[in-house]
């Protein structure tokens, strides 16, 4: 159900993600729009930055840890977070208690946060309960899982669920839609031979499938495939489920 | 500890080679491809699948934590059905064992089933500098001996070569017609094995489950050569890796079901032979059974409470099958006997993260592997687990074209990030630097790491005009 216009409104506080701050603020603005047009008020704490993926991924946990505590004060007393990302968002869930397995003070907050910290596609369809947005797109469109979105947070059918409820979408399933699209955070710049590579099935994938447009819920593999895209002059465009869901006739 | 055939040069020159090498690419896609699409079937076959996993990997956490009672249970019962056993703390003391044992019984050829622990070891060319001949009885490991190469795949040891390189080694070697029929390929080994059976005085193996009640040594295999290999030279040594133990007979219900549909996707393998100490009066098989208990490295894994879980291992291979990055970059990238994401953790684990630095870090951490695991290592966790390992106890090299090292960067990175107002400025500083390069959005090439990596293969977008939280003080105003 939707919060009725007399029904006390969700506040939700958005974690914008670095990448979606800096590189695709578009993103964050579709996110905002979609969340208001389903009467949902958003905030955003302008003193977040990262949650520390890319040094805890990297093996440098104490520079990952001082990144990530300012993300458990910061959001300390948010009813929601809601982050246009599986990847920031399985950081926080999956991987910040045992960054601070040894810190029982700060594993606490973590605790608190976690039930909290939500993707876009799951606090819409789980939290929301709202498949259809009201988004209009005339096209077709084929969805590529982020495997942390995947693998770590087990949402797969969310974001289908919001797309094949797209006015004029024609959903099409890439095959072995479960195969990791090479990005893999520093692995793109430690073995980008490989990374590319692995882009590369993606595309091919995503071209075999006919579609037009190959839509994520993660700014990471979409900058990923998007930079093999344009090097490679490839017929394919790629978008985030936030844009996606923005579009109106 | 061995450090049998560690691979030489760079782990990223290797892998550089692995992906220009088309023919490579195709003989790892379409094997790996194969056996992914079989497990797929054969597990979806099996209710329950789920429950065994969970079950194994309990059985296998119970093993792990009482080791020393296991293991103790096990060689009593091996002695008591007639069997020798002997205690490994390295891979040389077991390249020892083995000669002391051949040396004894007289045996200059020894015929060899698959087995991995003896490729982690190197026994092959510790046997040939006693002038013992190994000779490898799996086609897959007959195939590499032939071409000097340690095993691709831990199932599958020629995964990297097609039919046609098959025939032309046996041509080359053991002079054949060429053929590319596999029956026909196959049966060219098959006839140059036959003899080396019947003369051989040692039949070796490696053990895929040690049963501790019983004290017996389980194998499973297809081509009957591990069968063969047990059981017509009159001794047997079976290597088995202190790992290897399970509690009871009944438990082997768990594995074998896991095993086989996991590796190949079969229900099970076509033979699985249970050797329980040498044969009695009146039957057929080996006069003596040695069991060569093997730690080399193990004990100190299963020291680490973290690192133990990849002891769990039962070496199907499924994750080798299932990751983006073996099927892109092959076996022998990895540089050691073990490949793929399990390769990835046993390497560094083994012989020392100073070794195989950058292996845990040769993962896009996908977690493809963890799903498939019969055993649930949580394999990306060690993964991550020896990367903050690995930047404790060592230095990473500084990338080529880098001002400064991964980890000054990453101090730096987190000096910023800790401040929004450096992060900030930092950022309106990247936009002004950034006009040097972008062009309508994209950047094509930036001769600093680590971008300089990332557009070595594709562009790069720009730095939007305005960050979110710039474009903020207008959204929320509307």
């Given at each position: 159900m939707i919060p009725g216009p007399s029904a006390p409104k969700l506040r939700v506080a958005l974690f914008i993600t670095c990448l979606g701050d800096q590189f695709f603020p578009q993103v964050g603005e579709c996110v905002v729009q979609v969340l208001r047009r389903l009467g949902v008020e958003v905030t955003f704490n302008p003193a977040q930055t990262c949650c520390g993926q890319p040094a805890f991924n990297t093996g440098y946990r104490q520079e990952a840890r001082r990144v990530a505590a300012r993300v458990l004060d910061q959001f300390e007393d948010a009813d929601y977070v809601v982050a246009p990302s599986g990847s920031c968002t399985s950081m926080v869930r999956v991987y910040y208690p045992e960054l601070f397995a040894g810190d029982p003070e700060r594993l606490r907050k973590v605790e608190k946060l976690r039930s909290r910290f939500l993707e876009f596609s799951e606090f819409l369809v789980?939290?929301?309960?709202?498949?259809?947005?009201?988004a209009s797109f005339p096209h077709r469109v084929a969805y590529h899982d982020s495997c942390h979105l995947l693998r770590?947070?087990?949402?797969?059918a969310e974001p289908r669920r919001l797309i094949r409820a797209v006015r004029g979408v024609e959903f099409l399933e890439l095959k072995?839609?479960?195969?990791?699209?090479?990005?893999g955070g520093t692995f793109a710049v430690k073995f980008p031979g490989v990374s590319v590579a692995m882009a590369e099935d993606k595309l091919r994938a995503a071209a075999a499938s006919g579609a037009e447009y190959l839509v994520a819920n993660d700014s990471s593999c979409l900058m990923h495939l998007a930079g093999v895209i344009h090097r490679q002059g490839l017929p394919l465009r790629t978008m985030h489920l936030a844009e996606l869901l923005a579009r109106q006739a | 500890m061995s450090e049998a055939?560690?691979?030489?040069?760079d782990i990223h020159a290797r892998v550089q080679s692995a992906l220009k090498n088309a023919h490579l690419q195709e003989a790892y896609r379409s094997s790996t491809l194969r056996l992914y699409t079989h497990r797929l079937q054969a597990v979806s076959e099996l209710p329950g699948f789920e429950h065994l996993r969970d079950r194994a990997q309990a059985l296998k956490r119970q093993v792990m934590e009482h080791l020393d009672y296991y293991l103790a249970q096990f060689a009593d019962n091996v002695a008591r059905r007639g069997g020798h056993v002997h205690w490994a703390a390295s891979g040389e003391e077991a390249c020892g064992i083995v000669r002391e044992i051949a040396t004894r019984a007289g045996a200059r050829e020894i015929v060899k089933a698959k087995t991995m622990l003896s490729e982690e070891i190197g026994l092959n060319r510790a046997l040939e500098a006693a002038n013992i001949r190994p000779f490898e009885t799996d086609l897959g490991e007959f195939i590499v001996q032939l071409s000097g190469e340690?095993?691709?795949?831990?199932?599958?040891?020629?995964?990297?070569?097609t039919r046609h390189d098959v025939s032309a080694l046996f041509v080359k070697h053991i002079h054949s017609e060429p053929t590319d029929v596999p029956e026909q390929l196959t049966a060219i080994a098959r006839c140059a094995l036959r003899e080396k059976f019947a003369r051989a005085g040692l039949g070796l193996s490696g053990a895929n489950f040690a049963v501790a009640e019983t004290g017996t040594v389980v194998l499973v295999e297809n081509e009957g050569n591990i069968r063969f290999s047990t059981t017509a030279p009159r001794v047997h040594v079976a290597l088995v890796g202190?790992?290897?133990?399970?509690?009871?007979?009944?438990?082997l219900a768990v594995f074998l079901r896991l095993l086989g549909r996991s590796g190949t996707?079969?229900?099970?393998?076509?033979y699985t032979s249970l050797l329980t100490g040498p044969r009695r009066p009146g039957e057929d098989g080996p006069d003596q059974m040695h069991v060569v208990l093997v730690d080399n490295g193990r004990i100190e894994t299963l020291a680490s409470e973290k690192m133990?879980?990849?002891?769990?291992?039962?070496?199907?291979g499924g994750c080798l099958n299932t990751c983006p990055v073996f099927r892109k970059i092959?076996?022998?990238?990895?540089?050691?006997?073990y490949s793929g994401p399990i390769g990835a953790l046993v390497t560094p684990q083994f012989l020392g993260l100073d070794k195989a630095r950058e292996l845990p870090f040769?993962?896009?951490?996908?977690a493809a592997c963890r799903d498939v695991c019969p055993v649930k290592i949580d394999i990306p966790d060690l993964l991550l687990h020896l990367r903050a390992q690995a930047q404790e106890l060592t230095k990473a090299p500084?990338?080529?074209?880098?001002?400064?090292?991964e980890r000054t960067a990453m101090r730096l990175w987190a000096w910023a990030m800790e401040r929004p107002w450096v992060y900030t400025l930092g950022s309106r500083l990247a936009r002004l630097g950034q006009r040097l390069f972008a062009r309508q959005g994209w950047i094509?090439?930036?001769?600093?790491?680590p971008l300089s990596r990332w557009t070595e293969g594709r562009d790069l977008p720009a730095?939007?005009?305005?960050?979110f939280r710039e474009r903020w003080k207008e959204i929320s105003k509307q």
């Open positions: 789980n939290i929301l309960k709202v498949e259809d947005v009201g770590e947070l087990r949402i797969e072995d839609y479960q195969a990791c699209c090479g990005f | 055939r560690i691979g030489t040069g340690g095993p691709a795949h831990i199932v599958a040891p020629a995964m990297h070569l202190i790992e290897k133990i399970i509690p009871r007979l009944a438990d996707g079969q229900k099970l393998t076509v133990r879980e990849m002891l769990y291992c039962i070496r199907c092959g076996g022998h990238a990895y540089g050691w006997v040769a993962s896009s951490l996908c500084r990338p080529p074209g880098s001002p400064i090292g094509q090439k930036v001769p600093l790491f730095l939007a005009p305005k960050s």
